[in-house]
């Protein structure tokens, strides 16, 4: 397998993790697990829970939506290339955020 195939394979692998995640938050959003605790200090922790959770469906979502455009990228041809500037993105960059779409000088 090539490499973009290999990164490819990573991405929808993350892909799909992220959105496992993502929907366990939003069932939890939807109390699945049932109403809240009658005990007022209780409902005080499950309310802090809930807002936890929800962050991190957000921060699925969007890190989702990241992913998608780099797939987008990886088919276009443009996988690597700032979006914003058309530099070539740093490979050390692209390691660390393999979905990275703008160069650290753009990202700035």
Do not use: W
């Not at 973009?4 to 939890?28: P, Q, V």
């Not at 490979?91 to 753009?106: S, W």
Request: aromatic letters at 2%; hydrophobic letters at 40%; glycine letters at 4%.
């Amino acid at each position: 397998m090539n490499e973009l195939a290999n990164l490819r394979s990573m991405l929808l692998a993350k892909r799909s993790e992220l959105a496992e995640r993502r929907d366990h938050a939003r069932l939890h959003a939807r109390r699945a697990a049932g109403p809240l605790d009658p005990d007022f200090a209780e409902q005080a922790v499950e309310r802090q829970n809930d807002d936890v959770v929800a962050r991190i469906g957000e921060s699925a979502t969007d890190e989702i939506a990241a992913i998608d455009r780099a797939l987008n990228r990886i088919d276009q041809g443009l996988y690597g290339i700032c979006a914003k500037c058309g530099e070539e993105i740093d490979p050390r960059r692209l390691v660390a955020r393999p979905y990275a779409d703008l160069c650290l000088r753009c990202s700035e």
